[in-house]
């Protein structure tokens, strides 16, 4: 296996963080190699805010449902959609489809995926926070994002503290198909995927959470998904068409 693949396959989410800071090469290195992800239409309809206040560390820690990692980790990064550029160099362009949502969205989250796999080959670890997302006027308002920007996921990042087993993935034959999407899903392997994350949460909790995979989906995708999004994506001027 070569290097980049056992970082990847070593991933595990890290939310508890020792108070060491990143130096400044390590900081230019995951820079450099979030800017190196490829780009849609080279576009790079991307902006990267990085939290240094800690008085705004807290703020944003309140709007992200009080995750003490936003303000304890060594380092927290917004990540965000970005055609405010586009539109100041080129007033006359033509934006708000749905789709530049999505070149937006792909662009930064390949951006962020890079810089965590960039952090994690350093020995770092960080956990993303979609919760950037939970109250979207405030968190933008703090950090003066403009009209064209939209905030998609925070990065934490810093030296772990902690050392959790990696969560295990659905089956490979459960989610990579050939040449066609399948008919049904095999319920034995689902079965037996459920029975494992089971197993991992028992364990990582001492027995405390005892949750299966389709029964966490179940609860998550009961609840509604931040309904107040597509009125903040019309106000930044997203998804208009
Ligand atoms: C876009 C995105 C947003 C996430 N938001 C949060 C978050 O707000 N808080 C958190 O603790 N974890 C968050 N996570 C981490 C996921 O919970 C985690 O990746 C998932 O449970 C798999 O665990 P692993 O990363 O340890 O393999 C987020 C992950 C992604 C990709």
Redesign the pocket.
């Known amino acids: 296996m070569t290097t980049a693949i056992e970082v990847m396959r070593g ?5 508890k963080f020792t108070e060491q800071p990143l130096t400044g090469a390590q900081l230019e290195a995951i820079m450099a190699s979030a800017q190196a992800a490829p780009s849609s239409s080279f576009l790079q309809a991307s902006s990267v805010i990085r939290v240094t206040d800690p008085e705004l560390r807290q703020s944003l820690m309140a709007l ?2 009080n ?1 003490a ?1 936003v303000a304890a980790a060594a380092e927290f990064w917004v990540f965000c959609a970005d055609f405010h550029r586009h539109l100041q160099w080129v007033p006359e362009a033509k934006t708000g489809f749905a789709e530049q949502l999505l070149i937006g969205a792909i662009d930064t ?1 390949l951006m ?1 995926q890079n810089a965590l796999t960039a952090a994690e080959s350093l020995g770092l670890g960080g ?6 997302r939970n109250h979207p006027h405030e968190l933008a308002a703090l950090l003066g994002l403009p009209r064209g920007v939209i905030p ?3 990065l934490c990042l810093g030296y772990p503290a902690q050392d ?1 087993e ?2 295990p ?1 659905l089956p490979a034959a459960l989610m990579f198909w050939e040449n066609r999407y399948p008919a049904r899903q095999d319920e034995t392997l689902m079965a037996d995927y459920d029975a494992r994350v089971r197993h991992y949460y028992q364990t990582r909790t001492g027995g405390t959470k005892d949750m299966s995979w389709t029964g966490q989906i179940g609860d998550t995708l009961a609840r509604e998904a931040r309904p107040f999004m597509l009125a903040f994506l019309h106000e930044q001027g997203f998804c208009l068409r």
Request: proline share 8%; net charge positive; glycine share 16%.
């Open positions: 991933h595990r989410s890290i939310r992200c449902g995750q990692y989250a962020g956990v993303f926070i979609g919760a950037v998609l996921f925070g959790p990696p969560k993935r």
